[in-house]
């Protein structure tokens, strides 16, 4: 098992996580089980993703073997953009509890900073992006209206934490002004080709903790078939990382991963491979020293994958 993160609140948030994007339906209550199995406590879902019941069932058969308590886990959730408008935030959250068969989460996240038309989960669920399978259609909620509702969440029991994901800065200081329980996290593509060091040191310094998504960078996306991810060198294939990685005896993921935790910055990575599996959880046995992690630092070039406008969709969040 990994160490944990103090939040804001009090609360312990495990340092490494399994992340469930991208995890698919019919292997999801497996994966998640086994990954219970090998010591992952947190697990990091989302509406989005369409694998939240699957991922209750494999919680569910960890606890009823006896591999953990409900208290063991740290079962982190995401509010999706069709569900900003402030009369949408409970009752989705609810549903998704009663997917995952939790009766609280320990963090749920604004997934983007993005308000979409409604769209009723029992016309399409997970909705996506569009409105109607073909049209982005915008909604009328301000963040502070979403922020205000996720905070109700705290109030009434369902969340333990509410964090954001996907902001700038100029939108954390904004919500800082208004903000009644200030984000436990900020979670945020981070890897060496983007290290965003500007917004970690904003968000730490802020009392948030930073939970970096896509540690290898282009690997994530090449499945999706990004052109972007396509055209840039593999970070588990850069020279620097290779070298580093030969040094310490280690895998290339595990001195991105380690390049991350050092810094005291969350990871969630997923892996259907036993052995990288609990490779990736063991990142904190060893240390890169400065020089190297400011080596890797310096492997910046700003290069955003996670951008909607890469999937053709009309959302420039990020310009």
């Known amino acids: 098992m990994s160490s ?9 948030m495990p340092l490494v996580g399994f992340g469930l994007w991208k995890v698919n339906n019919d292997t999801c209550a497996d994966q998640v089980y086994n990954a219970v199995k090998t010591g992952y406590r947190l697990l990091d879902g989302a509406v989005y ?11 569910a058969r960890a606890i009823k073997e006896g591999l953990v308590k409900r208290e ?26 009663q997917d995952w068969g939790i009766d609280y989460f320990d963090l749920y996240i604004v997934h ?34 979403t922020w205000s509702a996720m905070e109700t969440l705290v109030e009434k029991g369902l969340t333990k934490s509410i964090g954001i994901s996907n902001f700038n800065g100029q939108l954390i200081l904004d919500l800082l002004r208004y903000a009644k329980i200030v984000p436990a996290t900020l979670q945020i593509e981070h890897h060496p080709y983007l290290t965003q060091p500007g917004l970690v040191q904003l968000a730490q310094s802020s009392g948030m903790a930073v939970t970096a998504y896509s540690s290898f960078g282009p690997q994530s996306f090449l499945e999706l078939d990004m052109k972007r991810a396509k055209d840039t060198p593999l970070l ?48 904190e046995s060893f240390n890169i020293e400065k020089a190297e992690l400011d080596e890797i630092s310096d492997l910046n070039k700003g290069l955003r994958f996670n951008d909607p406008l890469n999937y053709g969709i009309p959302q420039p969040i990020y310009v």
């Open 236 to 283: 588990l294939e850069h020279p620097t990382i290779k070298k580093i990685a030969e040094k310490h005896e280690k895998t290339p993921a595990q001195i991105l991963l380690r390049w991350a935790t050092q810094r005291n910055i969350a990871v969630i990575p997923k892996s259907n491979n036993q052995n990288r599996l609990a490779q990736n959880l063991d990142v």
């Open 72 to 97: 063991d886990l740290f079962i982190v959730s995401k509010l999706w953009n069709s569900f900003h408008d402030k009369e949408r935030v409970e009752p989705i959250c609810k549903k998704q509890l």
């Open 112 to 145: 983007f900073p993005i308000s979409l038309k409604y769209v009723d989960p029992s016309v399409r669920y997970p909705p996506g992006f569009t409105y109607d399978d073909k049209n982005v259609v915008p909604g009328n909620a301000t963040i502070q209206e």
């Open 4 to 12: 944990s993160v103090k939040l804001n609140n009090g609360h312990q």
């Open 49 to 59: 993703y369409g694998n939240e019941v699957e991922s209750g069932q494999g919680v």
